[in-house]
């Protein structure tokens, strides 16, 4: 079982359960949680789904992929080193318990 938290700008957290395989922004959009929008669908075009990964959550989901870091540079809110596009983040199982936070510019 793979747990993921999101929380929101205003503290208040949501932890639901995630299929292997899923990214975090599906998993976000199947439990309907604010402020992941994913207009584009998962495909790196949008940067709608940006997330701040949590602490020491940030080396276990790995660098970001290629092109992800410009679509960064155009998300609404500020990319921070620990920015993500959530669409790009796979989860396994060493990823359970994981948390990130939605950017207030997206709640
Ligand atoms: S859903 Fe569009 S970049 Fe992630």
Known sequence: MINVTYIQPDGSE?????????????TAL???IDGIIAECGGSMACATCHVYVEGEWADQTGARMDGEEDMLDCAMSEMKDTSRLSCQIKLTEALDGLRVHIPEEQA
Do not use: H, I, L, R
């Open 14 to 26: 949501t932890t639901v359960t995630a299929q292997p395989g899923d990214s975090v922004m599906q």
């Open 30 to 32: 199947n439990n309907n």
